[in-house]
């Protein structure tokens, strides 16, 4: 998979985000505004995704809109993220927007990262809440946000991402976790790169 690097190639501070065709041309823009919101040296890098639905899910579901399912690979994209952790002196965090977010999530519980920035994350995914309820995760800090009228999608499953999200917050909490759930304004469409921004920004503080 191709990578676009974004700042300081030596820098110990790495942030790294999945993203698709959509989300590329937003990358500068998230970029600056990440450099806005904190004074760390950073270098983000964008790791582009082949097949979001498949690469991205933590296990098999069917559609929950349109005719594409889910092919549950997000252990590979993982493999492929670890690749890109070899330097034992840098500092790692993992975000992604939507499915990318609930990938960053799930994978908190696979690998101890120093932070994931999980913004408007699909907390609806087929058994996702069930999993936290089940699980805890290693990574000790986690951002979670999600728009204010996100939950009012009138899709019938992507209506549950609100009450997902507060029962997910609610287990990081209950699992002693150092965590925040922001609540944005908008739709899930709304300004990703901003919240994007933000998301990562709290998570460096750790």
Same mark, same amino acid.
């Given at each position: 998979?191709?990578?676009?690097?974004?700042?300081?190639?030596?820098?110990?501070t790495v942030l790294i985000q999945p993203v698709d065709d959509h989300e590329l041309p937003l990358m500068e823009k998230e970029w600056q505004e990440i450099r806005n919101?904190?004074?760390?040296?950073?270098?983000?890098?964008?790791?582009?995704?082949n097949s979001w639905n498949d690469d991205l899910s933590p296990w098999e579901a069917p559609a929950?809109?349109?005719?594409d399912g889910f092919g549950g690979r997000?252990?590979?994209?993982?493999e492929i993220i670890?690749?890109? &952790?070899?330097?034992?002196? $840098?500092s790692y965090y993992l975000g992604g927007y939507s499915l990318a977010g609930l990938f960053a999530l799930w994978a908190g519980y696979q690998v101890q990262f120093a932070g994931i920035?999980?913004?408007?994350?699909?907390m609806w995914f087929p058994g996702f809440t069930d999993y936290m309820e089940q699980n805890s995760p290693l990574t000790d800090n986690i951002y979670l946000s999600l728009g204010d009228k996100e939950e009012k999608a009138r899709n019938k499953n992507m209506s549950t991402v609100g009450d997902c999200m507060r029962q997910g917050f609610k287990k990081l909490q209950e699992d002693g976790?150092? &965590?925040?759930?922001?609540? $944005?304004?908008?739709?899930h469409f709304h300004e990703p790169e901003k919240r994007m921004a933000k998301a990562f920004a709290?998570?460096?503080k750790y």
């Open positions: 998979m191709r990578t676009y690097e974004y700042g300081n190639l030596d820098a110990q919101l904190t004074d760390k040296d950073v270098l983000l890098i964008a790791v582009k995704v929950v809109f349109g005719k997000a252990e590979k994209m993982l670890r690749q890109l &952790c070899q330097e034992n002196s $840098n920035a999980a913004a408007s994350p699909s976790i150092n &965590c925040t759930l922001e609540w $944005n304004q908008g739709n709290w998570a460096v």
